[in-house]
């Protein structure tokens, strides 16, 4: 009897948790538009350091153009790269090629926005 309690209270616990960290979906660009400073990048959501990141993120008029990149103790420009909302996600494309990452939206509010890349890394801006 005490398994099938446990197993209910662990299954209950599993639903609450899921939308905690459910994806938010994008309507339009709009959402996103506007310079944002990425603060930091996590491998997951379980991980305990951040890695510190220095990147600027500028969405306008369709395109994205991500500025300081660091590179082996140098910082560089990305040039501006198409990107679009499709199924509630953000794409934007890879510079010199015909494919996109893709993120998941999962907080956003006027100062701060989370994405979540398709291999389950977190970013985490602050607007500009």
Same mark, same amino acid.
């Given at each position: *009897?005490?398994?099938? %309690? ?9 639903? =609450?948790? /899921?939308? #905690? ?6 309507? /339009? ?7 944002? $400073?990425?603060q930091s990048t996590k491998n997951s959501l379980?991980?305990k350091e951040a890695i510190p990141r220095e990147?600027?993120?500028? =969405?306008?008029?369709?395109? #994205? ?6 590179? @082996? ?8 790269? %198409?990107? @679009?909302?499709?199924?509630? $996600?953000? $794409?934007?494309?890879? #510079?010199?090629? %015909? ?6 939206? #999962?907080?956003?509010?006027? $100062? /701060? *926005?989370?994405?979540?890349?398709? =291999? ?9």
């Open positions: *009897m005490k398994r099938i %309690n446990l197993a209910a209270i662990l299954l209950i616990l599993s639903v =609450f948790t /899921s939308a #905690v960290y459910a994806d938010i979906t994008l309507q /339009s660009k709009e959402e996103v538009e506007g310079t944002w $400073k990425l379980t991980d990147d600027t993120w500028i =969405f306008k008029g369709g395109k #994205v153009t991500i500025l300081h990149i660091p590179r @082996e103790g140098k910082f560089y420009d990305q040039p501006p790269v %198409n990107y @679009e909302i499709e199924d509630g $996600k953000l $794409k934007v494309a890879l #510079v010199g090629s %015909n494919r996109f990452d893709v993120f998941s939206l #999962v907080e956003k509010d006027d $100062k /701060s *926005m989370t994405l979540k890349g398709k =291999f389950g890394g977190y970013y985490y801006f602050v607007k500009k």
